[in-house]
């Protein structure tokens, strides 16, 4: 069983940043997935960014250049740095963990208005 919680969503006005943060713990297995997602009101869950253990990542198109996802293999610790934000990325962000199992978080909110 793995446990995965997030944290740092808030409310930052359009052209900000925040940063949000990803701790999976209990039954880790070296080689894994860990990427963020987001749902905005009234759309369906959408990937945001993604990050092997290796280190390789994987962006949504309308994320690149604005967003940075990185790992702490040690901490099993993933990061989501979102920079430029913008109004429509407003939404519920989760965080999910992969290996032979499948896990999510409870999800933060992150509200970009002004």
């Known amino acids: 069983q793995v446990q995965v919680v997030e944290s740092g969503g808030g409310l930052v006005q359009p052209g900000g940043s925040l940063r949000l943060s990803c701790a999976a713990s209990g039954s880790i297995f070296s080689i894994n997935v860990m990427g963020w997602y987001r749902q905005a009101p009234g759309k369906e869950r959408e990937v945001v960014a993604l990050?092997?253990?290796?280190?390789?990542?994987n962006y949504a198109d309308f994320v690149k250049g604005r967003f940075t996802i990185s790992r702490d293999n040690a901490k099993n610790t993933v990061y989501l740095q979102m920079n430029s934000l913008k109004p429509e990325d407003t939404g519920v962000y989760y965080c999910?963990?992969?290996?032979?199992?499948?896990?999510w978080g409870q999800g933060t909110q992150v509200t970009v208005s002004s």
């Open positions: 999910r963990y992969r290996d032979t199992h499948d896990y």
């Open positions: 990050i092997a253990s290796g280190g390789t990542t």
